[in-house]
């Protein structure tokens, strides 16, 4: 099972669609291990970069200037490094809806949401503790840019890059993202590779604010392939909430499981996002 | 440039007023670096009642004036731009907060 889980997540490869006796395989090795695992459920996607950024030693960690929130970079031993966003350190930043102490929870959540759909965006996120203060863990991307420091147009001028925007934007509906702006993804140019960090203000009910350009897009198959895959994956589903309640409320985890199924509705019916149908995608 | 001569000849309130603008609010922008050691990548400062940004990355202070920052606190959100003046300035720390390119809070000199 972990060969065929790991294939299907291997980075930088296009994902190959399972046909149904795969599916189904993968749904008995679901079952399987949540019985043999009934109290604390397994994420059955870990990565050998989560059990690094989970298991190993701590070699430094960096305290980083500015920011509302506290921010650490973190040394692993023998093995990469992490942004640190600790508990203790969260600030509402001027915030209404999502409350502060929970956002090192939601960049987490949001990280099993992009693994179980297959979108690849989000880089490895863990939860652990480092030095007593509990927080999130996230992969540091070396030699990357964020969005600020790219030209949008060069973006979407790019097909292989744009189709990773439009990406981002439907999973930024799905986790209902209220925080997406310029500063919070990555870019590395050379390798065509966007990355989305910083999803502690998700699944809240905050104002969700639509990047405009990609209504009447039409959508790449790929990412309703993944959506589809993953509600015709009824354990898999059902596991993901369970995951998922673990870390953020269960009505959260109902609405977000309710915007999948409606904004693959919506690909379906028209293959892409009408503008039309901006109103009924917000609160 | 306002000379201490010229305040000298003023009136007190008017000189705190002057000596009001002739601190300088500004703050910086931090870019982090492979090794988690972080950089200038960028100063914003009032001149006047308006924000200029300056730095290297010309990507970064092109985007910084034409695609503005979003304020967060206003429901709707509300866009600010360079020329919104210090709610720009004080707004740029709740934004540059991932890690990677981090505000200070508004500092003065």
Known sequence: MKEFLKGLFEKKK????????QIQQQQIAVESSNSSEKKKKKFPFETPEEIILENHEKESNKPLNGGCNKTEFVEIKDDGSGIFKPKNGEDDCGRRNVKAGSYFRRERASYIIDKFLR????????????DGEIGSLQQFIPDAQTGFETSRSE?????ILCQQLIKLWIFDYIIYNSDRHQENFLVKLKEKKIYAIDHG???????LKFYEEFFETPIPLEISDGIERFLSWKEGKELCEELLEELISPEEVKACMRRIERILKIIKNHGKIPRSAKNELVF | MVRYQDLQKTNWFFKLFI???MIMKFVEIYKIQNDGTQRVMAVCKMVGETVVCEGEDKALIDNLKSEGIWDDSKTPPQKLFPKDGIRFLERLNFVFTSGYLNASQVKEE
């Not at chain 1, 973006?155 to 097909?159: M, P």
């Open chain 1, 14 to 21: 296009q994902l190959p669609i399972p046909k149904k006796d």
């Open chain 1, 119 to 130: 979108f690849n965006l989000v880089p490895p996120t863990v939860i652990r503790e480092i």
């Open chain 1, 155 to 159: 973006l979407i001028l790019d097909k």
């Open chain 1, 201 to 207: 203000l998700s699944f809240g009910n905050d104002y």
């Open chain 2, 19 to 21: 000596l009001m603008k």
